[in-house]
Structure formats: structure tokens, C-alpha cells
């Protein structure tokens, strides 16, 4: 079975420029997840998406980010436009969505992260 | 807001060597809290899952144990071996069942020495 992947696995952009990552989900995965770890932090949660939902949105920065979950598969993240504190690797994750009673148990798979630098 | 701490930050050991891990959280209303490993340029794996209700969790040579109550989770490495070599992270969930965000710690790097 084949794990989170992301796309791309870096990025070098310019500020002002717009960058687009990708997240396809462990298939089967209603619970899709966004985090960032910028230089020298922990890794911050961004957003969660149940299916096509955003369930939570509280740890997105600023309206210069915009998630998407069309359809409730893959994700993208659009970042617009960039800044240079926005330079650092973005992860994605994804849970199944656990029976009723079972919720604790719920475990997120991470994919390998994209690293992005704003010059 | 929860916060989480590890300690120490690094840790250099010689091959063979059992050693721990520490995890603190300050707001003990968890539902579960994970622990990841992440090699250099890669993403996270997930070593093991305690559940609230747990006390700790096996896993070959990995024991993580909780104590709720106190707010600390320790991880448990049984002979070290140089391929263990890597960054540890835990990660705690709230209780807000709106809520299923993690809140990482910021690591511990571990380098097993052969």
C-alpha cells in the first residue's frame, strides 16, 4: 500500500512569486492534515480536512494560504503571495476516520514533507 | 494551550547503550499522544500510539510509557543500535473532539555511535 506523497519534494521560489503543493492521501484516508515547520520550530499544525470539509483551519497563518480538497482525495496547499518566512518544509498526513468509540486510536501517516524556500 | 517539551535536545550514545526519552505537556486532557521518528531529509514515522487510557506501549525494542496526570511520556530504547540514529518527536491530541490537530515537541536528536 503506497504512503502520503507530496509533491514537489522542494521548491525554491522568489518572494511575491505563488507556489502550489500537492498532497495525495493514504487511499481510503478520509482525514487529511497540513503542517509546517519553519526554521528552528516544531512542527505547527495548519488545517484539517475531513473528506472534501475543512474541519479545522485554525493554524493557517493568514489569507495568503489556501487549501483545497476537491472531491476529497488530494489536497493542495497554494501559498500566495510568498513570503520569506514562509521557507520551510510543509508535511502532509492522513488517518482513517475511526469507529465510533475507537477515536483514540487513530494514528496520522506522515508523508516526506515539502521543502520550500522564499529568496 | 498546550505546550510540549523534550528533553535533552541531543543525545550522543555508544552503540549497545539503553537509553530514554523525555516528553513533557502541560495540559495533562489528552486523547492520545504519538511517537514519530524522522531521518534527515524525510518525513515522519510513527513508532507508537498511547491511547489516554494506557500506560504504555511496546514495540520491538521501543517502550513508551504515559503518565497522564503528571504530563510526561517517556520513549524507551533498549540497546541502541547506529540505525536508531535520528530525530524523535512526540506529539500530543486534545480532548476536543472538533479538534484532532497534533502538537509536536520540537525533538530530540539522537546520534548512536558504532
Known amino acids: 500500500e503506497a504512503g502520503v506523497t507530496q509533491f514537489p519534494s522542494h521548491s525554491v521560489i522568489e518572494k511575491g512569486q505563488t507556489v502550489t503543493l500537492r498532497c495525495d492521501p493514504i487511499s481510503g484516508h478520509d482525514n487529511l492534515y497540513w503542517y509546517r515547520r519553519v526554521m528552528g520550530k516544531e512542527i505547527k499544525f495548519l488545517l484539517h480536512f475531513v473528506k472534501e470539509s475543512k474541519q479545522d483551519e485554525s493554524g493557517m497563518p493568514n489569507n495568503r494560504f489556501l487549501a483545497e480538497r476537491t472531491g476529497g482525495t488530494y489536497s493542495t496547499l497554494k501559498v500566495q503571495p510568498a513570503e520569506l518566512e514562509d521557507s520551510g518544509v510543509y508535511f502532509c498526513?492522513?488517518?482513517?476516520?475511526?469507529?465510533?468509540?475507537?477515536?483514540?486510536?487513530?494514528?496520522?501517516?506522515f508523508g516526506p514533507g515539502t521543502r520550500l524556500l522564499v529568496l | 494551550k498546550q505546550e510540549v517539551t523534550q528533553i535533552p535536545a541531543a543525545l550522543s550514545v555508544p552503540e549497545g547503550e539503553n537509553l530514554v526519552l523525555n516528553c513533557s505537556f502541560t495540559d495533562s486532557a489528552i486523547y492520545n499522544l504519538q511517537w514519530f521518528r524522522q531521518d534527515p531529509g524525510k518525513g515522519l514515522t510513527s513508532l507508537l500510539l498511547?491511547?489516554?487510557?494506557?500506560r504504555e506501549q511496546t514495540s520491538g525494542r521501543l517502550n513508551a510509557s504515559l503518565d497522564k496526570s503528571s504530563g510526561r511520556s517517556t520513549l524507551y530504547i533498549a540497546a541502541s543500535q547506529p540505525g536508531d540514529s535520528a530525530t524523535y518527536l512526540c506529539?500530543?491530541?486534545?480532548?476536543?473532539?472538533?479538534?484532532?490537530?497534533?502538537?509536536f515537541g520540537s525533538g530530540t536528536r539522537l546520534q548512536v555511535q558504532p
Open positions: 498511547i491511547q489516554s487510557s494506557q
Open positions: 506529539a500530543v491530541r486534545g480532548l476536543d473532539t472538533g479538534r484532532r490537530a497534533l502538537t
Open positions: 498526513a492522513s488517518s482513517q476516520i475511526s469507529p465510533a468509540g475507537l477515536l483514540r486510536g487513530e494514528t496520522q501517516y
